[in-house]
């Protein structure tokens, strides 16, 4: 790699101060500023990548040595991706940019051109100080990839340049089955990638309270006990090393708002910060994460955009509790939910919402699921909430692969994060997919006997499964509704026919009645209900406020839904 720095650091940094000064604003000599400018261009542009190279001193202070090797892989990985899927990019400019920008710089580094000339090629002519003395000779591309590019040129000219997942050509929008996706990993991939996200420089004093935690990481692989926050990780650095690029941020996002994620490591003794999902050597794409402010409408419409600007990237914003997305409902109105149907313009952004009733107050309890099934129609958005680790790991595997790039709501757990039924095994990242519909575990010996099937979603579940007369009650099945929307009619009809004997089915939620899935849930039902068999509803009545402001309150109104439930005809 040293061929292609030939040139004096005064010859690079009066390069560096043209495009400081004429293009792009940023202070001189300020490498963060450069840094967060060239992560909003999405790594796009060659030039870019050559500035990030010819700057790698500065840089490895700031974010941790730096890897030239590491960016040319990433960049390979960038083109093979958009000459195998172009629909990735939309616009003509950001084509151009990455196959023009990125071969050049490729070739540029098999055959050592000079730093200046490559500036003065990429530059497409224009008078940049060059300083090096040398006539300036323009970078030729491949021809491999100038025949790609001339290709997608005639496509877009022909206007066939279209997102096949939009459109059907009726004027309707495409709500067809996105293909199935494998989600799943090796026992040797998820190992390596746990070690991997334990590693920490020669030196770096994790902080004390973090290193039992974090070491027990590794025994839940081999003999169970993965968490939301380990499945969350392994799901990150996989894929990343599948070249998607990851960009999480929100509120407290670093730490996760209940102290469970842990993604930014502190020095106890030197307070120096260290991330090691940014540091994993078969990464071929970069993660960001940052902590945002208490300001939801502006931070989610930036990721709006950014997600928009960058369809293949996965996208997620988290709000430090689910509710806090009232601030911006604005966004998720005007842009988010009816982005597709408007402007044809898709994202793979994705909320992660904590939701959960347990005893916290109104203000901290609902992420407002009503408002987003509402909002749910012609397939715009997806919505889940996952129960088990697992469920988690490959739900936001799936967002990242699929084809279809549609916005995900996620309905996060609280007290799950750490609830030993919620974790999961290394055979279920394994061998598991995500399952839109969870059937009852402890039914598989009793399906005759079953009358009442009780579907949920969310925690409620494990309230109503902790409870004393849950082993008594053989009549009583539990099935979990992972995915709220789309509605999972065919896996939904399946599950009931399992139990032959049904009698009645209820709808089980903590959520007041004019509040929650019911409301939706209650008009889609009758489409899979068999003749004969009742739908009744389970949960709080009606509330004005979303829960009750006194624990004592709310642990006895848990406790009767859960009765209730189990015991039919009472």
Not at 242 to 255: K, N, S, Y
Not at 271 to 294: D, R, V, W
Not at 420 to 429: E, H, I, N, P, W
Request: charged share 25%; glycine share 8%; aromatic share 8%.
């Amino acid at each position: 790699m040293k061929e292609i720095v030939r040139c004096s650091w005064a010859e690079s940094d009066a390069l560096l101060r043209a495009y400081h000064d004429e293009e792009w604003g940023v202070p001189e000599h300020d490498s963060r500023a450069l840094w967060e400018k060239l992560m909003l261009d999405g790594f796009q542009a060659g030039l870019s990548w050559l500035i990030v190279l010819r700057k790698r001193d500065a840089f490895r202070k700031a974010f941790h040595n730096f890897d030239p090797e590491k960016v040319a892989r990433m960049k390979e990985a960038d083109v093979k991706r958009l000459l195998e899927n172009p629909g990735i990019i939309r616009s003509r400019a950001k084509i151009e940019a990455t196959i023009g920008g990125a071969c050049a710089y490729l070739k540029m580094r098999d055959d050592g051109v000079d730093f200046a000339q490559f500036v003065w090629g990429m530059a497409g002519g224009k008078p940049i100080r060059n300083t090096t003395g040398k006539v300036p000779v323009k970078t030729p591309l491949s021809e491999e990839m100038s025949k790609a590019l001339k290709d997608l040129r005639e496509r877009m000219d022909a206007g066939d340049y279209e997102d096949p997942t939009v459109a059907t050509g009726t004027g309707e929008l495409d709500r067809t089955a996105s293909p199935p996706v494998n989600t799943s990993l090796t026992a040797d991939q998820l190992i390596h990638l746990n070690e991997e996200l334990l590693r920490v420089p020669d030196g770096f004093n994790v902080h004390r309270k973090l290193r039992r935690p974090l070491g027990k990481r590794t025994d839940a692989l081999a003999e169970g006990g993965i968490d939301y926050g380990q499945a969350e990780a392994l799901a990150f650095s996989s894929l990343l090393t599948e070249g998607v690029h990851i960009r999480l941020t929100g509120q407290d996002t670093e730490r996760g708002t209940f102290s469970h994620r842990h993604l930014v490591l502190h020095d106890e003794n030197t307070g120096l910060k260290y991330t090691p999902m940014q540091h994993i050597p078969e990464a071929t794409a970069p993660f960001e994460l940052y902590n945002s402010p208490l300001s939801e409408i502006a931070c989610l419409g930036f990721e709006y955009g950014y997600s928009a600007a960058t369809p293949s990237a996965l996208v997620l914003w988290e709000a430090q509790f689910g509710d806090f997305a009232n601030a911006a409902q604005v966004i998720i109105d005007s842009f988010i939910v009816s982005g597709e149907a408007k402007w044809g313009q898709t994202s793979r952004l994705t909320m992660l919402l904590p939701h959960g009733y347990e005893g916290s107050g109104p203000e901290h309890s609902s992420a407002r699921i009503e408002r987003f099934l509402a909002l749910g129609a012609e397939g715009n958005i997806r919505i889940a909430n996952p129960t088990t680790a697992a469920q988690y790991f490959h739900l936001l595997r799936r967002q990242a692969l699929i084809r279809k790039a549609r916005p995900l709501i996620v309905f996060t757990p609280k007290g799950l994060l750490r609830l030993d039924r919620a974790a999961s095994t290394m055979a279920d990242l394994t061998d598991g997919e995500f399952r839109h519909i969870l059937d009852d575990p402890k039914a598989e010996d009793r399906r005759d006997k079953v009358e009442r099937l009780v579907l949920c979603t969310g925690k409620i579940y494990y309230d109503m499964d902790s409870t004393e007369c849950r082993a008594a009650a053989e009549n009583v099945a539990i099935a979990r509704v992972e995915m709220l929307y789309p509605f999972a009619k065919t896996r939904l009809e399946e599950v009931i026919a399992g139990y032959p004997n049904l009698k009645e089915i209820a709808w089980v939620q903590e959520e007041p009645r004019n509040m929650g899935a019911w409301k939706v849930m209650s008009r889609r039902f009758p489409q899979v209900l068999p003749e004969g068999i009742d739908l009744t509803y389970i949960g709080r009545p009606g509330r004005a406020s979303p829960g009750e402001g006194y624990a004592a309150a709310h642990a006895l109104e848990q406790e009767r839904i859960a009765l209730t439930a189990l015991t039919p005809g009472v």
